[in-house]
């Protein structure tokens, strides 16, 4: 397992991260899978002895029982081996403080939170969405709050804009408070619009990358095709969101044929194509199985070739390169690394 500095600091995560959405099966979850405690305990023992040190969970993942059970099934035993991330912001009530990113919601969310895990800190406490109705002066020093309690160890946000990162950054700065040490984004050979905006803003300002449903929610693995679409977001889950199932499905043929040439599943090489984007420093992965989990586990040493790479690049290429007019012209001298989908002619 490689491990890498997550953003401008000095944590070194692995590039795989333990994914736990599954854990619990409640509520609206119940969909994405519904791993119960026996199960969730050998799961992470599996990733953690493959050299996964980072468990990703969330308050709203099946109303905290996924908090819940990584909590039991650590139980004190090897919690040293691992960093906990968790996030807050999604309603968890029917209450009008049960969601937002209020300083009263989002300390309560993490003291609820701790109890849960059953640690006494957070190693990476996310932001997990946008939250226009709460100053983000309010938000930025409740997150500072946290870390100088020694309740959050690294601050970092999910699923925010561009210009929502940008401005969160500026705040922390002027006050001299905790800054974003990393995002977690979706970003897969299915949805690169992440290229646009985020990751040059993450190569710019030092900010890590872990990757959110980096097999677009199963649809990259190689199980589905054209002919057999049964997977959750085409009956019925909308996130991640499919705009054009025909680019799809050119894109698994290609992952296809390319993991038949390596001797791998399609999944894995989905998986390593973003390991050697810029800026990506963890993927989060998850499962229902155990075997999903090795089969994962083992794109961590995949090895793509510059011809693999050019033909992932060129059938996974968005019908509009540049969002603005000027970039196409401006992208090699100011958007970073040569290999960002922007530099691309």
Not at 176 to 190: C, D, P
Not at 198 to 225: C, E, H, M, R, T
Not at 230 to 244: C, F
């Amino acid at each position: 397992m490689e491990y890498r500095t997550l953003g401008r600091s000095g944590l070194k995560v692995s590039t795989l991260t333990m994914g736990t959405m599954t854990f619990g099966g409640a509520g609206a979850f119940s969909a994405v899978g519904k791993t119960d405690l026996k199960e969730a305990r050998r799961m992470i023992d599996l990733c953690i002895d493959a050299g996964i040190n980072v468990i990703d969970t969330a308050n709203v993942y099946s109303n905290g029982l996924s908090e819940e059970i990584i909590g039991e099934a650590l139980g004190g035993k090897r919690k040293d081996d691992v960093l906990i991330a968790s996030k807050a912001r999604m309603r968890i009530g029917k209450g009008p403080n049960d969601e937002g990113l209020s300083r009263y919601h989002l300390i309560r969310e993490c003291e609820r939170s701790l109890k849960r895990l059953r640690t006494d800190v957070i190693d990476i406490y996310f932001l997990h969405e946008w939250d226009g109705t709460t100053p983000l002066e309010e938000t930025i020093a409740a997150m500072d709050t946290l870390v100088t309690q020694g309740k959050v160890r690294y601050a970092g946000c999910s699923n925010y804009s561009g210009w929502q990162v940008m401005k969160a950054l500026g705040i922390s700065d002027r006050h001299n408070q905790s800054r974003f040490i990393t995002q977690q984004i979706h970003y897969t050979l299915e949805a690169r619009e992440a290229e646009y905006e985020l990751l040059p803003i993450s190569v710019d300002q030092g900010l890590g990358v872990l990757v959110w449903s980096p097999l677009a929610g199963g649809l990259l693995s190689g199980k589905y095709n054209r002919d057999s679409p049964t997977a959750r977001q085409l009956s019925g889950w909308s996130e991640p969101p499919i705009r054009d199932e025909d680019r799809l499905w050119r894109i698994v043929d290609v992952l296809a044929f390319i993991g038949k040439n390596h001797g791998v599943s399609a999944a894995q090489v989905a998986l390593a194509w973003l390991l050697g984007r810029p800026a990506v420093s963890s993927l989060v992965i998850g499962g229902r199985t155990e075997a999903q989990f090795k089969d994962n586990i083992a794109a961590a040493s995949l090895v793509l070739t510059d011809d693999d790479r050019a033909r992932l690049d060129a059938v996974s290429r968005p019908p509009v390169l540049y969002p603005y007019w000027h970039q196409q012209q401006t992208a090699k001298d100011r958007f970073g690394p040569a290999d960002l989908v922007l530099d691309r002619e």
